[in-house]
């Protein structure tokens, strides 16, 4: 079609009644300025009969009229007449001229701007999308697109395209838009899979970023995906499973497998409310961390559990085949009402799920299950056991750990190991009292993390000390992974953390880096060390026992934290105090003015903690958490189903989960959830090649030219074109590429046969 | 030149200049791009998708339709094809990038708007050419099987990499020796 075009044009302009001619062809339409310069060249410049005297003159190069050419002043000519600018094989070679239409600038008809944009697609199809397993890596998202630029090979990453998508702010949180709330934009803002849609009070709709994986619209992530994204992960995380098994000897395969399974981001399920499972998933959105967080829950006003209604069945169905692992046919929705419930393996599963999960999960109805006795007491002789070889090496730990607290603290630490110690008593009361050292302990972590900053020496010397205490040691491997960071200079500036050159273990063990982590941890450590704990009644028993309890029968509320804050007055500068009591906080803090600001601001920091609910995010060793299990279920349901919304804010606001999968999923080869595309966009100013009576008229080299010379490219090839074009051929340019010149040798060869070898009259084409 | 049908033009032979988009560098800074005022700094824009986003136009436009907003009533509401987006996130990338807005009369074009000086209101793109990933061949790209083949707007006398062609402009006829025309 453009050929029969072009070979139109070409009669109306140079063709004396062009137009009049073509008109019985085909109808025109013509733009005013065209049609201007179609009648600017008068019939004397055409016709030599109508020149007069300037026709012999134009042909003889003489001037006449005594006014010069325009188009001649470049070769100082004075005429029309122009010489070739080169020959090429008999053939002349001009130069064309750009001209002047009215109210416009010169006009080139040699070239033409043309925008030119591509795009390349960053995703994932057929097999390789969830399936692979442990074989799935992120390069397989890469891609390799040409760079222009370089004339050269470009391999963009999954992590820079990433990492530039503006969906992650620069330290990887979620980006945030402003005007998310203007309706106008409602209709393709719906369409947008990372918001969420939510009424105001007014009534408004607001458009916020997701929060959690529940919130993705089951459009955009089918239940399918959802289930190889299950079984992904499983398979991706198989390898810490060994992590787990090393982690509790104590415990059987079936349950490290368990304790396993509890750190995968399962928080939620579906079935029927009258299911004692099915409790766990519409009121507890809770979530869990494996070096990331993955919340799978859901919301009211979005997708009905669909997203993690799939996500639990095809974690259940995992599960269900794993039963003899179990020691049953543990079924997570399994419904106790169709007699297919076994009560023991279900109490069995959530009793380690709540243990090592770590996911506020409670379960309400008329009959709370109350977790076994047995599993509480294999629980407490695991600990005692695992604990008892290190602290024979208290003796030297214990000066090491004074030197970390700065002050008179060996004491205090001594008494903690002590009390450890005495955790193996037979006698219920001072086990107790060990634990409650332990918690107060915690609560003084601070101290801990400014020594973590100070020196590696010190550093070592707070791994040895957390060896040997277990206090950091946590479901996930952290204390393994952070004894391992023991051999290493932590200090902000280390280059290994920086740069991201650590192993993988110490990558997982510090995606946020290291400082973040500790203090992301002794967070969750001061949150359950004053509301979660004070809620349970082992906790309100051992208030009762220091006598300064006041809550040990009112159950819930705000009664227990009241007696919580006495017990620990002491150690936190209350006003009534003994004088015991203070020097043992002397113990742990600086005197004066200073260590009073420490006190002042590790009360402060609890306070806070206080107030932001109950949550457990799998961060505690759960043999400290063994007191746990025994707490009225019912009560603690209550708390924390009045606690959820905080839950929820809590957890997103420690842990956002996007920022940790865009880390995680990278460094664990976890499918992300995503798909990348790239635009790329420019602009080109083209230029034209005309071809008058088979002369080329302007200087080209690509080889798209090449096609349209009266020579086939097999004779450019093989060296029988003149030197130029046969050096040219021989650039690097086109000789370094082999696969591209081997495509085009081949079309140009099919591009001769089809155009070059039938010649229709003295036209020939592209 | 006495025949005019001996004249006829071979188009795209190859570019003058180009004003952008050749390389990889990524937008990620909205003072990097203007589409008004032709602010276009960098080359590639990334898109995050949903998961199950793989397929896509071989020519789509970046602000998610066709140079024409479904309320402009240049195109059918009715039609399915009119109301889907070319991809899902559209609505995001409009409100950072500013591709098309409706805030500003200026962005609401109806036809491609484009200038030599202003690259940057170039919407569309092609489905370019790209080697993806081949886990089979332990990390290396084969660009015989796993390639996507495609020449974008160029048509199909340029190959993938174009440098050459682009770089035409560059080389001068040099004066002819010995009757052989050098380039």
């Known amino acids: 079609m453009l050929r029969r075009e072009n070979f139109m044009w070409a009669i109306a302009i140079k063709a004396e009644f062009g137009l009049e001619k073509l008109d019985s062809q085909i109808t025109w339409v013509l733009p005013p300025k065209v049609a201007s310069y179609l009648r600017l060249v008068p019939a004397e410049k055409v016709h030599y009969y109508l020149a007069g005297q300037e026709g012999p003159d134009r042909v003889n190069d003489i001037v006449s009229a005594g006014r010069p050419h325009e188009s001649n002043k470049i070769s100082n000519r004075t005429q029309d007449i122009v010489e070739p600018y080169a020959v090429f094989k008999k053939n002349n070679v001009f130069l064309t001229r750009s001209y002047h239409v009215e109210n416009t600038g010169p006009i080139d008809l040699m070239n033409r701007v043309s925008s030119v944009g591509e795009y390349f697609k960053m995703v994932r199809t057929g097999d390789d999308d969830c399936n692979v397993g442990n074989h799935y890596m992120s390069c397989y998202n890469n891609t390799r697109i040409y760079n222009e630029d370089e004339d050269t090979g470009y391999t963009v990453t999954l992590m820079e395209a990433l990492k530039n998508c503006m969906v992650f702010n620069d330290d990887g949180t979620p980006r ?405 009591q203070q020097q043992r906080v002397g113990s742990l803090f600086p005197g004066g003015a200073e260590g009073q600001q420490a006190v002042d601001d590790l009360r402060a920091r609890r306070s806070h903690l206080v107030d932001t609910g109950a949550l457990l995010l799998g961060k505690v060793d759960p043999r400290l958490r063994f007191g746990v299990l025994s707490h009225n279920l019912e009560e603690l349901n209550a708390h924390v189903t009045s606690g959820l919304e905080r839950v929820v804010a809590s957890a997103y606001f420690f842990m956002p989960w996007r920022r940790q999968s865009l880390e995680s999923m990278l460094s664990r080869n976890i499918v992300p959830n995503f798909g990348i595309i790239g635009f790329r966009i420019g602009l080109y100013d083209m230029a034209l090649g005309i071809k008058v009576g088979g002369t080329w008229g302007t200087c080209v080299l690509c080889c798209c030219l090449i096609v349209c010379t009266n020579h086939g490219p097999q004779s450019v090839v093989q060296g029988r074109e003149p030197d130029g074009l046969h050096r040219v051929w021989q650039q690097p340019l086109h000789a370094g590429r082999r696969c591209h010149d081997h495509g085009a040798l081949r079309k140009l060869h099919l591009l001769r046969q089809e155009h070059c070898d039938q010649p229709r009259g003295r036209v020939h084409c592209l | 030149m006495t025949n005019p049908e001996d004249v006829f033009i071979a188009y795209d032979i190859f570019p003058n200049r180009c004003l952008g988009g050749m390389g990889v560098r990524p937008y990620n800074n909205p003072a990097q791009y203007d589409a008004v005022q032709g602010v276009a700094m960098r080359d590639i824009f990334y898109i995050m998708v949903p998961y199950r986003e793989v397929s896509f136009p071989t020519i789509m436009d970046m602000a998610g339709r066709f140079y024409t907003y479904m309320d402009s009533g240049m195109l059918d509401d009715e039609d399915p094809a009119n109301r889907e987006l070319h991809y899902s996130t559209a609505g995001w990338y409009n409100r950072i990038w500013r591709w098309r807005s409706e805030d500003d009369v200026t962005l609401q074009v109806d036809q491609p708007l484009y200038a030599l000086s202003n690259p940057g209101q170039n919407r569309i793109v092609w489905q370019g050419a790209q080697g993806k990933y081949n886990h089979m061949a332990h990390g290396g790209y084969n660009y015989n099987r796993d390639i996507i083949r495609n020449k974008s707007p160029w048509g199909p006398n340029v190959y993938d990499g174009h440098k050459a062609c682009r770089d035409g402009s560059l080389e001068r006829t040099r004066v002819v020796t010995d009757g052989i025309l050098g380039f």
Request: hydrophobic share 40%; charged share 20%; proline share 5%.
């Open chain 1, 176 to 580: 945030q838009l402003d005007g998310m709330e203007d309706p106008l934009d409602f209709k393709d803002l719906e369409q947008v899979f990372w918001l969420r849609s939510e009424t105001d009070a007014s009534g408004k709709l607001l458009f916020k970023n997701i929060e959690i994986m529940g919130d993705i619209d089951p459009t955009f992530c089918p239940a399918e995906n959802v289930a190889n994204i299950a079984r992904s992960m499983i398979n991706s995380s198989g390898k810490l499973k060994d992590d787990y098994r090393q982690l509790d000897n104590a415990l059987t395969q079936g349950a490290a497998l368990v304790q396993y399974l509890a750190n995968l981001p399962i928080t939620a399920s579906s079935g029927d409310v009258s299911d004692r499972a099915g409790n766990w998933q519409e009121q507890i959105a809770g979530m869990t961390s494996l070096d990331g967080i993955k919340a799978i829950a859901t919301r009211d006003d979005k997708a009905e559990g669909q997203v993690a209604k799939a996500f639990v069945d095809a974690l259940n169905t995992i599960v269900g085949t794993l039963g003899p692992l179990l020691g049953g046919s543990a079924n997570l929705l399994l419904n106790p009402n169709n007699g297919r419930a076994n009560q023991t393996e279900v109490d069995t599963l959530y009793e380690n799920l709540f243990a090592y999960g770590l996911v506020p999960i409670a379960r309400t109805g008329p009959n709370p299950v109350n977790v076994s006795r047995t599993r509480l007491n294999e629980a407490l002789a695991a600990i005692t056991d695992a604990i008892a070889p290190n602290l024979d090496n208290s003796s030297n730990v214990v000066p090491r750990v004074a030197t970390i607290l700065g002050q008179a603290g060996a004491a205090e630490a001594r008494r903690l190991l002590l009390g450890l110690d005495e955790a193996r008593s037979p006698d219920p009361a001072k086990g107790l009292e060990a634990v409650m050292s332990l918690l107060k302990f915690i609560e003084a972590n601070p101290v801990m993390v400014q020594a973590q900053s100070a020196s590696p020496t010190e550093t070592a010397a707070i791994v040895t000390w957390a060896r040997a205490t277990q206090v950091y040691l946590t479901a996930k491997g952290t204390t393994k992974e952070f004894m391992g960071l023991s051999n290493l200079a932590i200090s902000p500036n280390n280059r290994q953390l920086t740069e991201g050159k650590l192993p993988p273990t110490y990558r997982r063990a510090s995606p946020l880096g290291l400082d973040e982590r500790l203090q992301q941890d002794l967070l969750v450590f001061g949150k359950i060390g004053t509301s979660f704990w004070e809620q349970t009644p082992i906790m309100q028993a051992i208030l009762a026992q220091h006598g300064q309890g006041n809550s040990a029968a009112g159950g819930g509320g705000q009664g227990g934290r009241g007696g919580f804050d006495s017990l620990f007055a002491d150690e936190f500068g209350s006003a009534s105090r003994s004088q015991s």
